[in-house]
């Protein structure tokens, strides 16, 4: 009972924190990505890369910006990588291996955070902080600005411009993450999370063994892997470490952190549109989706029937943290997996199918509820333009959604950006399948076994960094095919959404008549929640049958 009361009370407390944060950082995030005023420090910055900050960018540009950058950070992360034995406080870690370092590099730069190693044993920790740290800001920024390109492409008309990637990546640096980041990584000191520069030590442990624990940056690196919805973890438990993650407060706080950015960008595109009901037509589909998921996977790791022992100890406890609970474990799984987060409090693998399930369900959705900073919000909005396009075909008039017209070209490209990910998971797990060398990777067999691989690819793909564990992932093939699963889960479905941008941007804005379809109302809603859930299962339903719906059943 008081378990109960704990956990809603946590779920009521967050639910506050993040309708008292909507308002303020939603407009906080509208004025610095429409101001026409640059800080001093900002225009250092431009003056040293070389760029006009005055100067809007064709979509075409915008996207060779995007790529141009990530080409550059990850030549850097990698060769970062290879080269940190040689490096200041390297620990004395080893080089990284060529596809380990390809891998982390990748999914770093991407926003993904999977890690096929264990940070306190291969990172030393100027690695982590120049290295990986840095990445955890810059790739946020990066899909805030994405989607902020798209926005504008809603606002704009008769113009190829989409707005200045440089100035977005650097303001959303400069004035969001960094100084929020800063304050709660003191929050997070204050709470028990450690932040030093201690290197490995050799502690004696209540029953007179000992271990080698490793000290370092940790509070610092914990604060914007949850905000900027990173997720990798500076150890292997990720946030089930006591060092990241030590009681009930922290990890409340640090799933606030990684939901809020993504629950406050509904209004800065209400704002940016000039209708704040927009915004929270879109806020209430993610907030319906995150609060289902909530409710699903607590009550079937509540009413776990695998074992009696599951039901002494009050639920399925296994791979959970007995200071965090059912609960607090639940509710961390399903945030974690709608945002493009990949930090854990507890091993997904060890969930019951029907949890488990639902993680990979999230994932699959797109990440979309609130999905990460700026990914989560455009992925949202492809949905509502198709959304929109199915309405219009229901009543045989052109569509329009924000006073622009949904023409074919316009559809093509969000076909294509819905069809991108799924192609890259379904593949990626056939190929694995197939490949006798990459099935004995899996720990596991049968339903389980593919559930395994399934959440890879998934994770992958969707730019998540979760792991269902169970897999030995830490192979050439495995390195390789989910660093190219990162790589290309990322950037091809921002080429369709910044296309998509110019397309409307070049339009010149329809009137609202008396057939316009109405998209602030419960009715759009309901329509925008039916859509997602029957794309993205027609989509995966096949291999969601052949994984835990399988094990569900057996």
């Known amino acids: 009972m008081n378990n109960t009361l704990a956990g809603w009370l946590q779920v009521i407390a967050l639910v506050g924190a993040l309708a008292l944060s909507y308002r303020p950082l939603g407009d906080y995030l509208a004025h610095i990505l429409t101001s026409p005023r640059h800080w001093r420090v900002e225009r250092l910055v431009y003056r040293a890369g070389g760029v006009d900050g005055d100067a809007d960018q064709p979509w075409p540009a915008y996207l060779r910006s995007v790529l141009a950058f990530f080409l550059v950070s990850l030549l850097f992360l990698y060769g970062f990588l290879r080269l940190q034995n040689h490096l200041l406080l390297s620990l ?62 809603f606002t704009r008309k008769k113009t190829d411009r989409v707005g200045n990637f440089w100035v977005d990546l650097t303001r959303v640096v400069l004035r969001v993450l960094l100084p929020v980041s800063f304050v709660f990584a003191l929050v997070l000191v204050a709470g028990g999370v450690i932040e030093n520069f201690h290197g490995i030590q050799s502690i004696t442990t209540i029953a007179g063994e000992h271990q080698s624990l490793t000290g370092g940056p940790v509070a610092s690196q914990e ?25 009930p407060f922290t990890n409340w706080l640090e799933i606030y952190l990684l939901l809020v950015i993504g629950f406050a960008l509904p209004r800065t595109f209400g704002k940016m549109v000039g209708d704040n009901r927009q915004g929270y037509a879109i806020v209430a589909v993610m907030a319906l989706i995150w609060a289902s998921s909530v409710a699903i996977v607590t009550a079937n790791e509540l009413h776990s029937v695998s074992s009696s022992a599951g039901h002494l100890a009050g639920g399925m406890m296994e791979g959970k943290e007995q200071r ?31 949890g488990g399930g639902m993680t990979i ?23 509502a333009v198709v959304a929109v396009f199915v309405a219009g075909l229901m009543v045989g008039r052109t569509p329009e959604y924000l006073g622009k017209k949904l023409r074919g070209q316009e559809m093509k490209y969000a076909s ?23 099935r004995a990777a899996m720990l596991n ?30 192979t050439v093939w495995y390195n390789t095919a989910l660093g190219l699963a990162m790589i290309l889960g990322r950037f091809l479905p921002m080429v369709f959404v910044l296309a998509l941008a110019g397309s409307l941007a070049s ?36 291999a969601l049958a052949l994984g835990p719906l399988a094990e569900g059943l057996h």
């Not at 609960?327 to 693998?349: I, K, P």
């Not at 309901?526 to 299962?537: A, E, K, R, S, W």
Request: proline content about 6%; hydrophobic content about 45%.
């Open 223 to 247: 604060a914007i892997k949850e905000l900027g919805t990173n997720g990798g973890g500076f150890y292997n438990a990720n946030s089930s470490h006591p060092f990241e993650n030590p009681n």
């Open 361 to 383: 369900f999230n994932m699959m959705l797109g990440e979309i509820a609130p999905g990460g900073t700026g990914s989560g919000l455009y992925g949202i909005l492809i949905l």
């Open 445 to 474: 067999h049968g339903p389980h076994g593919f559930s395994e691989v399934l959440y890879a690819f998934t994770s992958a793909a969707n730019n998540n960094g979760s792991a269902f564990a169970g897999l030995s992932a830490n």
């Open 507 to 542: 339009q010149q804005p329809v009137p609202v008549t008396a057939g316009t379809l109405p998209t602030h109302r419960p009715q759009f809603v309901g329509l925008l929640t039916g859509v997602i859930l029957i794309v993205v299962g027609l989509t995966y339903f096949p």
């Open 324 to 354: 965090f609970g059912i609960w607090a474990s639940a509710l961390f799984a399903v945030s974690t997996t709608l945002t493009s987060c990949g930090a854990v409090n507890s091993f997904h693998d060890s969930y019951t199918p029907g």
């Open 416 to 438: 294509l950006y819905i069809l991108t990910t799924p192609a890259i998971v379904l593949v990626g797990a056939g190929l694995a399948m197939a490949l006798p060398g990459e």
């Open 92 to 153: 004395g870690m080893k080089a990284v291996k060529p596809d380990l370092a390809f891998n982390t590099a990748a999914s770093f730069v991407t926003n993904t955070n999977w890690q096929n190693y264990s940070g306190e044993s291969t990172m030393g920790h100027l690695v982590q902080m120049a290295g990986l740290a840095v990445q955890n800001f810059v790739s946020a920024a990066v899909g805030i600005g994405v989607v902020a390109a798209l926005i504008r492409g």
